[in-house]
């Protein structure tokens, strides 16, 4: 066998193979190609965020608000004095009362539960009783004035010339002075005299004092100076002051 018949039958033998294969699709052939499908999109669940829930209000946002809606109410009753407007004025009256009964009513209750905390308990109201502690209390003021002018204590009188009652103050404080024992020393802030004092010194700048006139209480013996009393006083309030903060500040005048 010639060898171009041989090539020849090859390449029939093949086509004939490749054919073979494709059998029974015919215009298969000229289909056009389908896409592969779509992938479906991914559907997204909405989340739903929830709101988070006001915190609760303090007790001083709830009585900021009452008052407002109380003066609103008011306002509202004066300016335009409507039934309706009136109507809602006299409710917030009445809540008003019944809250303070319900405050009166602990108030009570808790001076039950603690009778340190009752006024009445340590500071009697009734008259023979009031008299009993007020005689106590004086003698206190006095020991505690006793002991001052044992340890050598004083007062300096502070004052301007152009204090209001200036002499007769002036004359009312060293009769007290004398009559306590204690040293008085007047000091001028302006370089003005004061006859009714027995010694006046001019301030050298190293005292501070923001109304006149003034009382300090001085004690050589302890190194204190403090001030007490401001303007005007009478002498039982000064005798008071100078016992109130001899105590620390504990027993009030």
Known sequence: MHPPIVILLITLTLSLSAAAQETGRGWQWYEEVKPPPKAEPEQRVKTVTSQ???????????????????????????????????????????????????????????????????????????????????????????????????????LFFVFN???????????????????????????????????????????NGKLKVAVTPALILVNPTRHTQVAVSYGIKSMEDVKRHIHFVETGYKDAP
């Open 52 to 154: 988070p829930k006001a915190a609760p209000k303090t007790a001083t946002e709830q009585l900021d608000a009452w008052q407002a809606a109380f003066l609103e109410a008011k306002a509202a009753a004066v300016m335009h004095p409507t039934v309706e407007n009136v109507h809602k004025l006299q409710q917030l009256i009445d809540e008003s009362w019944v809250r303070s009964e319900k405050l009166e009513a602990a108030w009570q209750q808790v001076q039950l539960k603690y009778p340190e905390l009752d006024y009445n308990a340590q500071h009697p109201t009734g008259e023979r009783a009031k008299r009993q502690f007020f005689e106590r209390k004086d003698t206190a003021i006095e020991a505690t004035l006793t002991r001052l002018a044992r340890e050598g204590a004083g």
């Open 161 to 203: 010339h152009d204090d209001v009652y200036l002499k007769e103050y002036a004359t009312q404080v060293n009769a007290f002075a004398k009559a306590q024992g204690l040293s008085l020393l007047g000091i001028s802030m302006d370089g003005s005299a004061l006859p009714e004092l027995d010694t006046v010194r001019q301030n």
